[in-house]
């Protein structure tokens, strides 16, 4: 009689079931096609028993091998128990606002980890071996010259970087794309995969890649499958998700796992704001990780958890599947910009109102349901990632077709874009509807206070709105080189040339307000609060005008000077235009 395939199938189950129990220690000596066959006999003989043994025993004998591991002190809320590679140097690829500081904050914490911050531009690797870093942050200088030449490289050399670290992070930009397919929505990844590729045919052994870029969700598996597509002899990959969807699925990804070494690749949002970012890396409120429910995965979170338990308390690390992981940093940055555009919504009916938004606010925060962050209404959000990540965030609605949820989360960029052109349309209207040849003094370039970036600051939106007005704009910020401002203001296609025709910057706030008509404050900078508005006032035309666009000046002050004053989400009760009081 001739034996079915099922039965063939039971009956090398039952012989590798016996096999196991007898003669296991055979097992390394085994080529790897024919480990291949005995797993797949134990999968297709749906024995979960016999599913475990043959786990726990490749587990076992491949937990001898590795001389730096160790095993997890203890079990924590239903996790394993598995074992940690301690990591001993650390590559980062890209050398900006989050590699530079999130691996510095790492240098100075964990003293036995080397890390070599690599980036394929020579002149920001430059900048990060001089006395003056690239970026500016409180308390970032400090950090690096402590660490750097002891265990804190920079360096152009990717590719040796790559070969000797045990742990990878991503850190490079993912601007919203510009161009085909989800064009003004979707992050362009192109730096992302081009990373991966490097990595693919750099790295050496186990490696754990991490994620720190803003991300799209479940970039993780896009990672992931690169990295198995690109799979060399020496090197073995495991692909993130597994090949069925159910818990006999993830068993047989685990016993994958066990076969031999892989890289494994996890999401490790950052959470960052400008500004704060170092006491943020160095106090987090929370550390996101997220990884695959097995065991190399487990493996993988637990080396980059050993990382933060250097200086972040255990119940701070949050672990979770990649995609939550991936998901929360959206949602996250949509809901704080969501509170901005809601104040900055109602700021519009206050003025038109008679209410303050400043009392609103206040009494609104201090409802312990809500509370009192980003409630201050302002000329609008900006900066690298509120913008760029609710786009994302649309873009994945749409293509998930959620058009509603899609819509909803545009209605706050809509929101945002809406205060920034009502604040130049009243400085327009209020200088009697023209600013044409009309010299106004920009106060502050940058998107918020203790930052250079310039990226998506409301302050290009309303130089841009009265530079169309044929406004003469002289610019004066603490922290942002010339050239960056000229280059945000030069249409594209445009010679800088015409631009400075129109554009004049300062190192001084008094010189750029002398012979001004009017004062525009578009960052929050301390810096401004303190100047002699007496002898800014005496040094413009009359009548001369001052529009706070951030709500931080002394209003009332301002108007006994003679200014006439505007503000956000306030009506400003002032006589007719006169001259100071004496």
Not at 286 to 294: A, E, H, P, S, Y
Not at 479 to 499: A, C, M, R
């Amino acid at each position: 009689m001739r034996m079915t395939r099922k039965g063939r199938k039971e009956d090398e189950a039952v012989e590798v079931g016996r096999w196991l129990k007898q003669g296991s220690g055979s097992l390394p000596a085994l080529p790897p096609c024919m480990l291949a066959h005995i797993a797949l006999v134990v999968t297709e003989s749906c024995s979960f028993h016999l599913l475990w043994t043959f786990q726990r025993v490749l587990y076992r004998l491949r937990r001898t091998v590795p001389p730096l591991y160790h095993m997890a002190s203890q079990r924590e809320g239903g996790r394993r128990n598995t074992m940690v590679k301690e990591i001993k140097k650390i590559c980062c690829i890209g050398a900006g606002y989050v590699g530079g500081p999130t691996c510095s904050v790492i240098a100075l914490k964990c003293p036995n980890v080397t890390i070599t911050i690599v980036d394929v531009n020579p002149y920001k690797i430059e900048q990060w071996n001089s006395e003056k870093l690239p970026i500016y942050e409180p308390g970032l200088d400090e950090v690096v010259k402590e660490c750097r030449g002891r265990n804190l490289f920079f360096s152009t050399d990717v590719t040796k970087a790559i070969r000797e670290a045990d742990l990878i992070f991503i850190s490079v930009n993912t601007p919203t794309k510009m161009y085909g397919a989800g064009k003004g929505r979707a992050a362009d990844m192109t730096h992302v995969e081009s990373c991966a590729r490097l990595i693919a045919a750099n790295a050496v052994g186990h490696t754990v890649v991490v994620e720190k870029s803003t991300v799209p969700v479940r970039s993780a598996e896009s990672i992931a499958h690169i990295l198995h597509a690109n799979v060399r002899p020496d090197v073995s990959f495991q692909v993130n998700s597994p090949p069925f969807s159910s818990l006999f699925a993830r068993r047989w990804s685990s016993l994958l796992d066990t076969l031999s070494p892989s890289r494994q690749v996890l999401s490790n949002p950052e959470f960052l704001a400008e500004g704060t970012a170092m006491q943020d890396l160095m106090e987090p409120d929370r550390v996101l990780i997220g990884g695959d429910d097995t065991e190399s995965g487990w493996e993988a979170i637990r080396s980059l958890q050993w990382i933060y338990e250097h200086w972040v308390p255990r119940e701070r690390i949050l672990t979770m599947n990649t995609w939550s992981s991936e998901l929360s940093k959206l949602v996250a940055n949509a809901f704080l910009a969501q509170r901005i555009s809601s104040i900055n919504s109602i700021s519009a009916l206050c003025e038109a109102s008679g209410a303050d938004v400043s009392q609103v606010a206040h009494a609104v925060g201090k409802d312990s349901r809500i509370g009192s962050k980003f409630l201050e209404a302002s000329v609008g959000f900006g900066g690298s990632c509120f913008q760029k990540d609710i786009l994302n965030l649309v873009y994945v609605c749409e293509s998930l077709s959620l058009p509603k949820v899609a819509e909803y989360w545009q209605q706050v960029l809509d929101m945002n874009d809406y205060q920034r052109l009502r604040f130049s349309q009243k400085i327009v209207s209020n200088m009697f509807n023209t600013v044409s040849n009309k010299r106004l003094a920009i106060l502050g370039f940058a998107f918020k206070k203790n930052t250079g970036d310039t990226r998506e600051s409301s302050a290009i939106y309303i130089c841009r709105h009265l530079l169309e007005e044929g406004a003469q704009i002289h610019i004066y910020d603490p922290k942002v080189q010339e050239e960056s401002i000229i280059s945000e203001l030069t249409p594209t296609g445009e010679d800088p040339k015409n631009t400075k025709k129109q554009v004049h910057v300062f190192h001084n706030a008094y010189e750029a307000i002398s012979g001004a008509h009017a004062i525009v404050i578009c960052t929050e900078w301390d810096e401004f609060k303190e100047l002699d508005f007496k002898r800014a006032y005496e040094s413009m035309l009359k009548p001369a005008f001052l529009f706070d666009g951030r709500k931080m000046l002394d209003h009332d002050s301002l108007l006994k000077l003679g200014f006439i004053v505007e503000t956000i989400g306030k009506r400003i009760v002032r006589p007719m235009v006169r001259g100071p009081e004496h």
